[in-house]
């Protein structure tokens, strides 16, 4: 007889022991259902915030699917005959009063977290700010102060040699003219035998120099036949052409602190047998002493 596979029969019906350990599993069931819906409550009824717990944000509470209705517990209302009650250490839910009269909310779930605080205004991102234009010539300007020396001097009736100002030692071989004073408009410079000024402006700011001629014996300056001469000039004694208007080159050959009255004769003896001028600058504080350059 040939062997054939068969088919599993159907499982034997629960006894009466099981139908009863199911039941209070069940009932035991509910009553944590209960606990965790009434920790929810007391929990809005004493302030606790479970944002401190690490709660999901505020909201409704969730649906207890029925079982606020006591009247949807079914068959546990009667486990084999016994009342909820029978059970050692838990309490008859009818026991337990109104809801209302516990001074629990029962209209819905509470607001877990309340509405967020709005967060304080940041700093954002802020643009940073635009800084102040420069100018290299204005830079160098600003870096002058009174009693500096500069390498610049005049080359022709209106033009300087360099109209941005160079600082070399008062000993240097080229220093032209020292700053009496700086200011903030040319105003301030006298302009008169020997004294003149270099100025600059940029985005509405002004710096004058007030400059005053650094004479020394053996340089040339520009003048005309008659004896007037452009005391802020320098020029090559041996080189180059006298510009227009002027004539001719001077050649100095002494310079003297001025005695209150000067007269000329103390140049005379630096000038020997050779025809001499003389000027008083700087505030008739200097004496020069100068002959027409003959080459």
């Not at 139908?19 to 069940?26: I, K, N, S």
């Not at 004058?208 to 005391?231: E, H, K, P, W, Y």
Request: net charge negative; aromatic share 8%; hydrophobic share 30%.
């Amino acid at each position: 007889m040939s062997h054939m596979q068969g088919y599993p029969g159907p499982a034997g019906a629960p006894g009466p022991q099981q139908q009863d350990q199911g039941r209070r599993l069940g009932i035991l069931a509910l009553v944590v259902v209960l606990m965790v819906g009434l920790s929810f409550g007391l929990a809005k009824a004493t302030g606790a915030d479970v944002r401190d717990q690490g709660g999901a944000p505020g909201g409704q509470m969730p649906d207890m699917g029925g079982f606020d209705d006591y009247g949807d517990l079914g068959g546990f209302e009667d486990a084999g005959g016994s009342g909820l009650g029978e059970i050692d250490g838990l309490p008859d839910p009818g026991d337990l009063g109104d809801p209302d009269d516990l001074g629990l909310d029962t209209s819905g779930g509470g607001d877990l977290g309340g509405s967020g605080g709005s967060g304080g205004s940041g700093g954002g991102v802020q643009d940073n700010p635009t800084p102040d234009p420069t100018d290299p010539t204005m830079e160098l300007y600003q870096a002058v102060s009174a009693g500096s020396c500069l390498a610049n001097w005049m080359v022709s009736e209106t033009d300087w040699a360099s109209t941005n100002p160079e600082m070399v030692d008062c000993s240097a071989d080229n220093a032209g003219v020292w700053v009496s004073q700086t200011s903030g408009s040319v105003g301030d410079c006298p302009v008169d035998a020997g004294r003149s000024y270099l100025s600059y402006s940029f985005n509405g700011e002004t710096v004058a120099l007030c400059v005053t001629r650094q004479f020394a014996i053996g340089q040339c300056f520009l003048g005309m036949s008659d004896g007037s001469g452009n005391l802020m000039s320098w020029i090559d004694c041996q080189g180059g052409t006298v510009p227009s208007p002027y004539s001719q080159k001077f050649n100095v050959i002494a310079v003297y602190q001025a005695p209150s009255n000067p007269t000329g004769n103390e140049c005379s003896s630096d000038a020997g047998n050779q025809q001499y001028y003389w000027w008083t600058l700087d505030d008739d504080s200097t004496l020069l002493c100068a002959v027409p350059y003959s080459g």
